[in-house]
């Protein structure tokens, strides 16, 4: 009987579990909705003629795609755009190596003076940033670096944050690995390079991706360091453009998308690493 | 470990360190030292003034100015935003911690506005706030009938901080800049780093202790305190330690894109005062100082967090 037609009870708890199921999706999309809010406005305004990002109607009347072509017509945003991702992967490319060739003396090395020396590198964490900033600043001055390049990508090449999170990584790699090469005669680099590394990959590109994000979108070192236009990075470019063309909405949401765009790509490509980075950052060595 | 294999591996461990301990000596190790000398001094970078020694003049002066405590105010105000964020965050994670179908989607979603945050976004902001052609004031307005706070322009605030002095006064309470960048700072932080940790830290909360809790009848709200909550300390203790060390060094970028430290300095926090004394006032030996302060700042909490924190994270 009650597999034909539930009885009361039956429906009563159904529906409650349904319910239930339905209401955390309403809530959730509710939350979801108003999260995005600032983003689904920037991407509309963005689309907009110039006299409708005032109004409230979301809808722009007209879509004007050209605002994008635009951008690039009153700035060298293709110029940012390099420029960002230029440093951004040079860095990100050599603060891979050097930490991971430190964490390798760290964790697979024994040498004497090797904790002393592991914890100067983690008690450094806990510097702010603005303290070394205005050293570094003096440095670049008497370097010659100011407004270069290799100003930008250099001091940010060298991360202790990066050593200590692969460190952490290598340290769960199993010893008889590396004994095992050595026992066939492998040097060093052969080891770190062919069998350190490969194992390591998960962590290098947990910091790859954290490494690449926070140069791509670096802003107090870009700021004081770049003086001449071509040199602008994406967060330079954007500051200088919303001041001097500030009535400009729809065209500076524009940029503002095309700024955002490839750390969505990003984010989609990249989840899996992100969550495991955070949760080994927060270990404490 | 053997005597000789230590000996043996001493030389390659200089080759592999060499690069980064070069870096970490010429960009962070010397910089510090440099720093800690340089804020004793009298530099100025314009060398209008001859180059002297001046002893702890600086602190001195820092300490004794109502400009920096100010700016030390503005800094703690901003902090408020805190623990919202970070309740919000465990209240987003036991949403999403429900086995529910399309909650990676959910989880990819809150994230978003922490992993594109940057200069774009607090440009977006800067529009969403104008009070006269901003969405948020036309939403109010559409809603209320009226027009909204002044946002950015306004030094007003909710605890109704004095603008020249430390103090409190009637005169200052409402909605205002600090109020706005408190807004933003939790929309951008709520569904981030965070919440990811206290949903890792939810999934490793052992079963039996809800169990346990259920058989001793507890109700939800019980539960919540009795076991939930307690399980998550370690998480909300780091959580709450780097929230205030990356509080403590905040504002800057938010003052530099959206504000210019103003209205009247409202929003000028002790890192966007060191970047205006060093960079647009060239006193360097003054700002070294205040990043010193800083410094001493963080030091402390993070002795309070080697003292009480737990050794590791249990994931």
Not at chain 1, 242 to 264: E, F, H
Not at chain 2, 100 to 114: D, E, K, N, Q
């Amino acid at each position: 009987m009650s597999q034909i037609a539930p009885t009361s009870r039956d429906f009563g708890a159904w529906w409650y579990r349904r319910g239930r199921f339905i209401a955390s999706h309403l809530v959730l999309a509710a939350l979801a909705i108003t999260m995005l809010m600032p983003f689904l406005w920037m991407v509309l305004a963005s689309f907009k003629p110039l006299e409708e990002v005032e109004q409230l109607d979301p809808l722009p009347s007209v879509w004007r795609p050209q605002n994008y072509l635009q951008v690039f017509e009153q700035i060298p945003f293709a110029r940012y755009y390099f420029n960002s991702l230029f440093v951004a992967a040079w860095v990100t490319l050599l603060q891979c190596l050097t930490s991971a060739m430190a964490a390798y003396a760290f964790s697979r090395l024994r040498w004497r003076g090797r904790d002393v020396v592991f914890r100067l590198y983690l008690g450094t964490l806990m510097i702010p940033g603005v303290v070394t900033m205005i050293p570094n600043y003096a440095l670049m001055v008497n370097l010659h670096l100011l407004d270069s390049y290799l100003g930008l990508i250099v001091p940010a090449s060298f991360s202790a944050f990066g050593t200590f999170l692969l460190r952490q990584f290598m340290l769960t790699i199993p010893p008889s690995l590396d004994e095992a090469a050595a026992i066939d005669g492998a040097s060093h680099w052969r080891i770190f390079w062919d069998v350190i590394m490969p194992l390591a990959r998960p962590g290098l590109i947990t910091l790859a991706i954290f490494t690449f994000l926070g140069n791509y979108g670096s802003f107090f070192w870009p700021l004081i360091l770049i003086k001449s236009e071509a040199l602008r990075t994406l967060p330079i470019g954007m500051l200088y453009f919303d001041t001097n063309y500030g009535r400009q909405t729809n065209l500076i949401m524009a940029a503002s998308v095309m700024n955002i765009i490839p750390l969505i790509i990003l984010f989609v490509v990249s989840q899996k690493y992100l969550v495991r980075g955070i949760q080994l950052g927060a270990v404490k060595g | 470990m053997r005597p000789r294999a230590r000996h043996r591996e001493f030389v390659p461990a200089m080759g592999f360190l060499l690069p980064n301990f070069l870096g970490f000596v010429v960009f962070t190790l010397g910089p510090v030292v440099f720093s800690l000398g340089v804020s004793l001094s009298n530099w100025n970078l314009q060398r209008t003034i001859p180059f002297q020694w001046i002893g702890l003049e600086n602190f001195l002066a820092l300490l004794g100015s109502a400009e920096f405590w100010l700016y030390f105010v503005n800094t703690g105000y901003l902090m408020l935003g805190m623990p919202v964020a970070i309740a919000g965050s465990l209240a987003l994670a036991l949403l999403l911690s429900l086995r529910l179908r399309g909650i990676v989607a959910y989880r990819t979603l809150f994230y978003l506005p922490t992993f594109t945050s940057g200069v774009a976004l607090m440009i977006l902001w800067k529009a969403l706030y104008n009070p006269s052609f901003g969405p948020i004031n036309a939403a109010i307005e559409w809603l209320t009938g009226w027009h909204g706070p002044e946002w950015l322009l306004s030094t007003c605030n909710l605890l109704g901080l004095d603008v020249e002095q430390v103090g409190l006064t009637l005169k200052q309470w409402g909605l205002g800049a600090r109020d706005a960048l408190i807004i933003m700072g939790v929309w951008t932080a709520i569904g981030g780093n965070s919440m990811l940790l206290y949903l890792a830290a939810l999934t490793n909360i052992p079963l039996e202790l809800y169990e346990a809790s259920q058989i001793d009848g507890a109700g939800r709200w019980q539960t919540f305190w009795s076991v939930t909550w307690p399980q998550l300390a370690p998480t909300t203790f780091f959580i709450v330690v780097m929230s205030f060390i990356g509080g403590l060094q905040g504002g800057f970028d938010q003052a530099r894109v959206m504000t210019a430290g103003g209205p009247a300095g409202t929003t000028t926090t002790l890192a966007y005062y060191i970047y205006t004394k060093a960079f647009q006032e060239f006193q360097i030996g003054y700002a070294s100082a205040v990043s010193w302060v800083l410094f001493i700042m963080i030091f402390v909490i993070t002795l309070i967090n080697w003292r009480f924190g737990s050794r590791e994270l249990n994931y």
